[in-house]
């Protein structure tokens, strides 16, 4: 899987769009670009996904270059519940299992 | 629809007693994960179900450590004289088929005194 960077954090005034980005650069063609969250204490939480196209559903919308090599993730009116940390990783969902491993992720800070 | 559900939420134990924690998948999801995420560490792979596969248990970090999954529904993951280095949060993931999004539980928060 890809080796991803991600800002160690960032902050966001609530109601204004936060953009997550993430470098991806040695992503395979057959890897998927995914999000996830994590707010304090809790689970992991999916967010998107994306392979080449843009994605976009009721949380997020993703964005892909068109070279893969970067995303970013756009949270279009956060509030103060997405303060969270926020995990891009590379998956290629082949068969096996996908034994997921989180990197150090963004810390979002949602602000009033 | 529901999600993944487990219990109990927090444990508490003392040091060499025996812990079972128990995952409900998503129904109709035939991939369960188990995955241990200590204190401000990241996720580590404890083992995996398919459907009847028999289980990829390479994660497993002992063999105190032990898992069983009844058909496609529930799993119960089984710590057996647990020390206090086992103390962590102990996740439950499933997904439709192997090759789909994983869905994470709440997580048991486990606690070896």
């Known amino acids: 899987d890809a080796k991803t960077t991600q800002p160690p954090s960032m902050d966001c005034a609530e109601g204004r769009a936060a953009n997550l980005p993430c470098n991806h650069s040695?992503?395979?063609?057959?890897?998927?670009v995914y999000w996830y969250r994590q707010i304090h204490s809790q689970g992991p939480q999916y967010i998107i996904h994306?392979?080449?196209n843009n994605e976009t559903n009721e949380m997020a919308s993703l964005i892909i270059t068109e070279d893969r090599k970067s995303s970013t993730l756009i949270l279009p009116h956060a509030t103060l519940r997405d303060t969270a940390v926020y995990y891009c990783?590379?998956?290629?969902?082949?068969?096996?299992?996908?034994?997921?491993?989180f990197g150090t992720g963004t810390q979002l800070k949602v602000e009033l | 629809g529901a999600g993944v559900s487990q219990s109990p939420s927090n444990k508490v134990t003392e040091k060499g007693k025996d812990v079972e924690l128990r995952c409900d998948p998503i129904s109709g999801h035939t991939a369960l994960y188990w995955y241990r995420q200590r204190l401000g560490q990241g996720l580590e792979f404890l083992i995996y179900?398919?459907?009847?596969?028999?289980?990829?248990k390479s994660g497993l970090p002992s063999d105190r450590f032990s898992a069983e999954r009844t058909g496609e529904s529930v799993s119960t993951l089984t710590i057996q004289r647990t020390q206090q280095e086992d103390s962590a949060v102990y996740l439950c993931?499933?997904?439709?088929?192997?090759?789909?999004?994983?869905?994470f539980g709440p997580g048991t928060r486990l606690l070896v005194l």
């Open positions: 990783i590379g998956i290629i969902l082949t068969g096996g299992g996908n034994k997921l491993t």
């Open positions: 994306g392979l080449k």
């Open positions: 179900f398919q459907g009847n596969s028999a289980p990829d």
């Open positions: 993931a499933s997904s439709l088929h192997y090759q789909e999004t994983q869905y």
């Open positions: 040695t992503i395979s063609g057959n890897e998927y």
